[in-house]
């Protein structure tokens, strides 16, 4: 049987109602889904996604203070009067063990917001992608939905979707008929890496990913705003083997 593999370059270039019901992946490397990953590394009981930054405050109030943390960026940088940035470095269980993360920010919860009609909605970073190809192996249909920057794709995101693309294609787990962004995406993975890393040869150097990443939309932007060491972070690949997933009823991101 043919499965369904299709990628998104941005959320917008999928209609809410097509995902309804499905099974999808946020991508947002640089760096809310990388961020989310370490949140619930480090022991955040959940993340709460939030549009908007007032939103957030409005949420975050209706905790006991010691049981939650605010964070998030607007323009890549810390918000005022919230606990913790974006960056996944700030992610460590003295900052958020047992706590509800209570999170917003540009690109990232907006595409994860834009989900909420799916049946799974799942969150990939390069630190998690095997722990996420497992639990895509066996499914007939397939979505991968990358957040972009600020409305631009952004190769940062589209590296993550090839290389899962890639994996899940290799795996033979499934044939798949793919959308042309999913083939796309995929050209762009293999053919930004030599070989052996290409043909699955990892771990991969983390500064080989990193130096690719710094080139993205979202790299120059964090270079140009001096976080780029989260680049190197976030070019950890397969560094953890959680999966967050957002639960569409409660809009909680809990770790699998
Ligand atoms: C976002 O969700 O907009 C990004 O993660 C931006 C950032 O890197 O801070």
């Known amino acids: 049987m043919t499965q369904k593999l299709n990628v998104y370059a941005l959320p917008t270039l999928v209609d809410e109602e097509e995902l309804a019901g ?9 760096r809310a889904t990388t961020t989310i990953c370490c949140a619930l590394e480090a022991g955040a009981r ?18 006991p203070p010691d049981e939650v943390v605010l964070g ?18 700030e992610y460590r ?13 540009t690109n990232g919860t907006r595409a994860m917001l834009r989900c909420r009609r799916a049946a799974r909605v799942l969150l990939a970073s390069f630190l998690n992608a095997s722990a996420v190809l497992r639990e895509l192996a066996a499914l007939d249909e397939i979505h991968l939905v990358c957040a ?8 940062d995101d589209i590296l993550l979707a090839g290389l899962l693309v890639d994996r899940l294609e290799r795996s033979g787990a499934g044939r798949y008929e793919m959308n042309v962004q999913a083939i ?7 053919s930004s890496f030599a070989v052996p890393y290409v043909i699955g040869a990892e771990p991969m150097d983390p500064e080989v990913l990193a130096a690719e990443l710094r080139r993205s939309e979202a790299g120059r932007r964090l270079t140009a705003i001096g976080q780029e060491t989260d680049i190197l972070t976030a070019s950890l690949v397969d560094h953890l083997s959680l999966v967050p997933v957002l639960d569409t009823d409660s809009m909680r991101i809990r770790s699998e």
């Open 93 to 105: 269980p003295e900052s958020v063990s047992g706590k509800s993360l209570v999170f917003t920010t």
């Open 46 to 63: 959940e993340v709460i996604p939030c549009l908007e930054i007032e939103e957030a405050r409005r949420m975050a109030e209706q905790f």
């Open 72 to 89: 998030g960026e607007r323009g890549g940088l810390p918000i005022d009067g919230f606990d913790l940035g974006n960056s996944p470095d």
């Open 184 to 190: 796309t995406a995929r050209e762009n993975w293999t």
């Open 148 to 155: 972009g920057t600020e409305g631009q794709y952004s190769r």
């Open 22 to 30: 499905k099974t999808v992946v946020v991508i947002d490397v640089l």
